[in-house]
């Protein structure tokens, strides 16, 4: 149906619906806006559906929700037990984010579906630990993670804990065109309590979380006898982390945690950034300011699911932030030379990382004989690695963490945790606090004087929109018809397309990839330097990443630069 009579249908079959009707009555003067929302219908993925907050079939509002819900419930209804084992529901600080895990929940128990759902926001992984502590069939959360105000999402989990799988996605989405908004109703909320389809979570499940992340400590002893003096300031960026972040901190021993009370309370209109996102540097910025004013060791902040984690150290010059391939890097060494030191290194310990996040792991994992995986971008793919270990018994997880400041420990959550990553951090700090009285900062540096300068840099190509969608395409159907054959003079010596599975050396001798399909390409130079071209699975933009490594940090410094600057001038030629 055309975007303009889809426009007006809604307008009829909403017409109850005061606030739809007003959203849509703003738009009516818009032909591009009414084609945006309604030209497709808000994709359901890996990764559950992320979009923009409006009225459409195209933007993330309950009729959506209940939607998809309602699609979930009928492939849960074809599993063994499947309704009884029932779906756990969390969700973070953003807009509709109460009123859509509430729609959600009552959905399902519409279809007979029991739900466990929380009484008040929780982090993303402490949902993902729930559905393995409660044993349920699967997870919802809402949340777009540290995407911008306007945005929400619709993640699924699975009985592991971790991200739907593919065949279960599929599940959803070959049930979802037969699946109409008229069926997709919701249960009336105390017919649900009373039926014993609706059960609230309490504070037993939130206590398991937070011990199951204590055992994660390598020296527990290290920040009893350091937190009496490590500062740390700590800002949620106004989301889910604030409670169980500082409880975990102040149980552990941390005494002199500060929180940046401008950022404290959740707020889903995240009016103190642009972005509350810890991979930029902007969110940091009332952090950083309190951490110079009361000269704070650390500076820790998560997102609004707190999923992921940034830092910032105090140095001679003032606080200075590290990125996600540092501080993975600064932990991955730290757990597994501890681990050595105090001989609880398995044989069989592997860690796991991603395609687009540093070669420097590999380094470290090698020097302690330590196997490293890596894998396709997004944290279900580590999960999966994990699960394998757990079934075959192949390998012992250590650690997993991805470039984009998401890092995870332990094997009761399946999802990368700012919780857990924040326990590891302050126990780091502590480590190299006591033992040569200096900074994370001064922890990378030393890392590079043993591993070598590895340096990596991260663009971003925004393409909103239906014409968004077919720039990309079109990008990325031409990168694949020809191939750059070198950047900055430095030789291609062979392309990764891990969409047809295939690497091809520049002498055409080719090889097949074992990773799944997917819609990158990796191109390999000829000094250990790589360049990657990824369009965003849950945003309208195109991905670049460049990573380079040399012996001196000005030279590494210069060769990402003209990387990157020859690759973002072959983007923007398209």
């Not at 807009?95 to 399902?108: D, N």
């Not at 070669?359 to 396709?376: D, H, P, Q, Y």
């Not at 077919?470 to 694949?480: F, I, Q, Y």
Request: proline letters at 5%; a negative charge; one cysteine or more.
């Amino acid at each position: 149906m055309e975007p303009i009579k889809l426009y007006q249908q809604w307008l009829k079959d909403f017409a109850n619906d005061p606030e739809t009707v007003q959203d849509l009555k703003s738009i009516e003067n818009d032909p591009k806006e009414i084609e945006d929302r309604f030209y497709r219908e808000l994709e359901f993925g890996t990764a559950g559906m992320r979009g923009v907050l409006g009225a459409g079939t195209n933007r993330l509002n309950k009729y959506n929700v209940r939607r998809v819900t309602r699609a979930l419930a009928k492939y849960i209804l074809t599993t063994p037990d499947g309704a009884q084992k029932g779906v756990a529901i969390a969700y973070d600080s953003r807009r509709k984010s109460t009123e859509f895990a509430r729609e959600a929940a009552l959905v399902l128990c519409a279809a007979g579906v029991k739900v466990f759902l929380y009484e008040s926001l929780r982090p993303v992984p402490v949902l993902s630990f729930t559905v393995r502590h409660l044993k349920c069939i699967a997870g919802i959360v809402i949340t777009a993670s540290h995407n911008p105000a306007q945005y929400n999402g619709y993640k699924v989990y699975w009985t592991d804990g971790a991200q739907m799988p593919p065949e279960s996605v599929k599940g959803i989405t070959d049930r979802l065109p037969d699946t109409t908004y008229e069926e997709a109703l919701p249960m009336d909320e105390q017919e649900a309590l009373d039926r014993g389809l609706l059960t609230y979570i309490g504070k037993d499940v939130d206590d398991a979380y937070i011990a199951a992340i204590k055992k994660l400590a390598v020296n527990p002893e290290l920040t009893r006898e350091m937190g009496e003096t490590l500062k740390i300031v700590y800002t949620p960026l106004h989301g889910s982390g604030n409670i169980p972040v500082r409880r975990m901190l102040d149980e552990i021993g941390m005494k002199h945690v500060y929180v940046v009370k401008e950022q404290e309370l959740p707020n889903g209109d995240f009016p103190t950034v642009p972005v509350p996102n810890p991979e930029d540097p902007r969110a940091f910025e009332l952090a950083l300011k309190m951490q110079q004013e009361l000269g704070a060791d650390l500076c820790v902040g998560t997102d609004p699911d707190c999923d992921r984690v940034g830092i910032a150290c105090m140095t001679e010059n003032g606080p200075k932030l590290l990125n996600g391939n540092q501080i993975g890097c600064i932990l991955l060494h730290y757990i597994l030379s501890q681990k050595k030191e105090r001989g609880e290194l398995p044989a069989n310990a592997a860690a796991v990382s991603t395609i687009v996040s540093t070669n420097m792991a590999n380094a470290i994992c090698e020097s302690f004989g330590v196997k490293m995986i890596k894998v396709l971008t997004g944290f279900k793919f580590i999960a999966e690695q994990i699960q394998l270990f757990e079934d075959t018994g192949c390998n012992t997880f250590m650690f997993g963490f991805e470039e984009s400041f998401g890092f995870l420990s332990g094997t009761d959550v399946r999802d990368k945790d700012g919780v857990n990553a924040c326990l590891l951090i302050a126990e780091a700090a502590s480590w190299y606090k006591k033992m040569y009285n200096k900074t994370l900062v001064d922890a990378i540096d030393m890392l590079y004087e043993q591993y070598g300068y590895y340096g990596d840099k991260v663009a971003s190509f925004v393409l909103p929109g239906k014409d968004g969608l077919e720039k990309m395409k079109t990008v990325m159907a031409a990168l694949r018809l020809n191939p750059p054959r070198a950047f900055a003079g430095e030789k291609v010596v062979a392309l990764r397309d891990y969409q047809s599975s295939l690497r091809v050396t520049a002498d055409g001798e080719t090889d097949i990839l074992t990773l799944p399909k997917s819609n990158v390409l990796y191109f390999e130079l000829e000094n250990k330097a790589w360049v990657c071209v990824r369009p965003s699975g849950t945003e309208p933009k195109i991905k670049l990443y460049i990573n380079a490594v040399s012996d001196d940090p000005e030279k590494t410094k210069a060769m990402l630069e003209a990387y990157a600057s020859d690759a973002v001038k072959l983007l923007e030629s398209f």
